[in-house]
């Protein structure tokens, strides 16, 4: 799976049914390395945090059980975007910019210890 292809997939697993703010490929670009560390950070955690609830998802088709691992799976990206220091909307704002932009992309990466 590319770094793009996980980009795009962990923002949406974390959005869940809600709709992301729009991002500009112009005004968004020039994001601090305080907060791309932060977001890098955050990335990490999510990453691990959804590939262990999507093990989770494959072994069970009961639909209410499935809903609360969906529901758990978003509660621990928010707990782990408040413990870096973002909120899910700041975290969801760079992984916009990081998609649009490549150079962004590879400060995230980098920060979240992918480097690729």
């Excluded at 088709?61 to 928010?78: C, L, P």
Aim: net charge positive.
């Amino acid at each position: 799976m590319t770094s793009r292809t996980r980009l795009l997939l962990l923002a949406g697993v974390i959005a869940g049914a809600t709709a992301g703010p729009a991002f500009s490929q112009s005004g968004d670009t020039a994001i601090p390395d305080t907060e791309i560390t932060q977001a890098g950070q955050t990335f990490h955690d999510v990453s691990k945090i959804n590939r262990d609830y999507n093990a989770r998802l494959s072994s069970t088709s009961n639909a209410t059980a499935r809903q609360q691992i969906v529901n758990e799976d978003r509660q621990k990206g928010a707990e782990a975007c408040a413990r870096h220091g973002l909120t899910v909307n700041e975290y969801h704002r760079v992984l916009g910019v990081a998609q649009q932009n490549p150079a962004v992309r590879q400060r995230l990466l980098a920060a979240a210890g992918n480097d690729q």
